[in-house]
């Protein structure tokens, strides 16, 4: 079998939902700015795009690989400037190649685009890779979760993900009692608040740990997601008073880079501290592992190198005893790979509740929890399909007028060898 060309499939369609959709942002490291701190979650830089009170256009991106055994791997959604990259750097690359080949064809692109290890590259390659695998799937009619040495069991624990949800303490408490009515046993919240906000910021983050606390009752989880946004003492401050409170982690309190700060801040905190979304393949999980900065890695199935590299990072964390929980943007591709694990090295999956009315929107049977629990079909690849009656309109994206990067080296060469 062969690969025999990539699609990149523009879809628009038009959700409908509660107003406001986005209720609140998350904190991020630009706040710091105050031209950037003024922004609110109706500010727009976030999708969907509002065109009437209650209705949303919604415009992904997915990647098919076709083959000339007529079998389609499919992928997605993928941020633009990744399907450029995906279109660009891997188009050609991938042409007539064994689509089954998943290991030579991941160290072909890992070797080709030697600049791009970390970010938007790897986010392309992750793609391409969980593509190659739901393709993988369908050639052999199983699931993936069975092509990679599962069941391990037949369902886990998904955990809510309230980004997005206001985090007004009346609120908050609601949306906690209301996702744990519905099954959930673990709920993540995004504090708003950090150093740059003083002690009424302190105050306000420690407000919504004891509001969650106290609306989930002692026997459910509460996990806090910093993003990225806090500091060493700001951290271990908070730390220190909620740490009665039972928080099960403390995720992403500084910038991912600061890998030695984030270990010092896990040893000193009496809140367990998760890390690793914003880290890409086994070697920057590795990093993570060998700094002991993490109680729980997070690595994205689809930033972090694909299906392919989760399997290694997963076997990698097994030798430090630390447990891997995907980050959740892929929630089709994560639940396959976390049933493959056992239960103690993959013990649950993120579901980002809003996010997933977006990211799961296009699909005809969204993977979604029922009861606080999480499973994927028998069908097989990752069993996800495009629903046509969702699609307004479509168009295959392609930057072929660009000139390639092969292309402009050689022109910087042509100039050298004509300044000669
Ligand atoms: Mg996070």
Redesign the pocket.
Same mark, same amino acid.
């Given at each position: 079998m062969r690969i025999t060309g990539l699609r990149l499939r523009q879809l628009t369609g038009i959700m409908e939902h509660e107003e406001p959709f986005w209720e609140e942002r998350l904190a991020r490291p630009v706040d710091v700015y105050p031209e950037h701190k003024v922004q609110t979650a109706a500010d727009g830089y976030w999708m969907p795009r509002l065109i009437a009170p209650g209705r949303s256009e919604v415009i992904s991106v997915f990647l098919e690989i076709d083959t000339d055994e007529g079998v389609t791997g499919l992928a997605g959604p993928v941020p633009h400037e990744v399907a450029w990259i995906i279109d660009r750097e891997f188009r050609g690359l991938l042409q007539g190649a064994d689509p089954l080949a998943t290991e030579r064809l991941w160290d072909l692109m890992y070797r080709e685009a030697v600049h791009g290890r970390k970010g938007a590259t790897m986010m392309a390659i992750s793609a391409i890779d969980c593509a190659l695998w739901d393709l993988k799937g369908r050639w052999m009619q199983q699931p993936v979760y069975r092509l990679l040495g599962g069941p391990v069991r037949p369902s886990a624990p998904a955990y809510a993900s309230m980004l997005g949800y206001s985090i007004e303490p009346e609120l908050a408490h609601k949306r906690t009692r209301e996702k744990v009515a519905e099954g959930f046993r673990a709920l993540k919240w995004f504090p708003r608040w950090g150093p740059t906000d003083g002690r009424e910021g302190m105050a306000r983050n420690i407000e919504l740990a004891e509001t969650l606390r106290d609306a989930a009752g002692p026997d459910v989880d509460i996990m806090l997601?910093a993003?990225m946004t806090w500091n060493r003492p700001y951290t271990l401050e908070f730390a220190r008073r909620v740490a009665h409170l039972d928080i099960r982690w403390i !995720? !992403?309190p500084v910038m991912p880079d600061k890998i030695e700060l984030c270990a010092e801040i896990r040893h000193l905190s009496p809140v367990p501290i998760a890390t690793g !979304?914003h880290e890409y393949t086994r070697w920057g999980q590795k990093a993570l592992l060998d700094a002991g900065a993490s109680d729980v890695l997070?690595a994205d199935t689809f930033w972090a190198g694909g299906l392919s590299e989760m399997v290694k990072i997963c076997t990698l964390a097994s030798t430090y005893d630390i447990p891997v929980i995907a980050?959740g943007h892929s929630v089709p591709a994560n639940t396959h790979l976390t049933l493959a694990m056992p239960e103690l090295l993959a013990p649950m999956v993120e579901y980002l509740v809003k996010w997933n009315e977006l990211l799961q929107f296009f699909w005809q049977e969204p993977v979604k929890p029922v009861d606080g629990m999480i499973s994927v079909s028998d069908r097989p690849g990752l069993g996800v399909e495009i629903d046509p009656d969702k699609i307004e309109s479509e168009e295959e994206l392609g930057w072929s007028s660009v000139p390639n990067m092969a292309g402009s080296v050689q022109t910087h060469q042509q100039t050298i060898e004509e300044g000669e």
């Open positions: 997601d993003w !995720e !992403e !979304e997070q980050h």
